[in-house]
């Protein structure tokens, strides 16, 4: 089975951020563990980047113990890729060497690789709910950017160790964001709940700005994404935008 890398080693310690998985800093690397519904779909995102700076390899993604190994994707646990520009998704399987497969590319463990921010579907063929672990380097660059297309669904997760909500300071119409009067008419976040198996949904208000919860709307909402959680988003805009990520420590 493939290990991961040890984590936990300081490197210098300046200022600080807290997340929902404990206390990282600058410079150091670190790890998170999350929760894993057995036999269902888990939307995930990657909030850190490999030791010494850059993406991450797929092998090195996750701690594989505990999931489910196979001969192909229809008996191992998946990874799949949303590509918006195809309307597909690219899948990996877990083969029965620990190692993870590319689907219809078979001849060797792939060596594709996962930038901060990525968001990922998980399916675990495992009836058993599981925990699995990330770990990495807290990113360290100004701002990580990600494009919304405009014309479909766009897969998006927070870059850096840390929560991040949908109300903070970010500007989200300045940025390109359409506000409406409600889910129907302006951009849409969902956030998959693989234990209802349904989505929760926010829009954009177009009176303050501000997101808030599909039917609940008396005031604006507090949530936001927490660690290693993803979400897709739908613009309502006539072409692309970019949502930038600031580093928020």
Request: hydrophobic letters at 40%; proline letters at 3%.
């Amino acid at each position: 089975m493939k290990k991961m890398m040890t984590v936990l080693a300081a490197c210098a310690v300046t200022s600080l951020a807290l997340a929902d998985s404990g206390v990282v800093s600058q410079n150091i690397v670190g790890y998170q563990t999350l929760n894993l519904a057995g036999n269902n779909y888990n939307m995930l995102a990657v909030n850190w980047e490999k030791v010494g700076g850059g993406s991450v390899t797929i092998q090195n993604l996750v701690n594989t113990t505990g999931l489910t190994q196979g001969g192909g994707l229809g008996t191992a646990d998946n990874i799949l890729v949303w590509n918006p520009s195809t309307t597909g998704y690219k899948a990996y399987y877990l083969y029965t060497d620990g190692m993870w497969y590319e689907y219809l590319n078979d001849a060797a463990p792939t060596t594709d690789t996962f930038a901060p921010g990525t968001t990922f579907w998980m399916k675990r063929k495992g009836a058993v709910t599981t925990n699995v672990t990330f770990s990495g380097q807290v990113l360290q660059q100004a701002s990580a950017a990600v494009t919304i297309a405009h014309n479909n669904y766009t897969q998006i997760g927070n870059p850096y160790a840390t929560v991040f909500t949908f109300n903070g300071t970010y500007d989200w119409v300045a940025a390109g964001a359409v506000s409406g009067g409600g889910l129907g008419t302006a951009d849409n976040i969902l956030v998959w709940n693989p234990a209802t198996t349904g989505y929760k949904a926010y829009y954009l208000y177009n009176v303050d700005g501000k997101w808030y919860e599909y039917l609940n709307d008396a005031v604006p909402t507090t949530d936001g994404l927490p660690m290693g959680s993803g979400a897709w988003y739908k613009t309502r805009a006539g072409s692309d935008w970019t949502l930038t990520f600031t580093k928020p420590y």
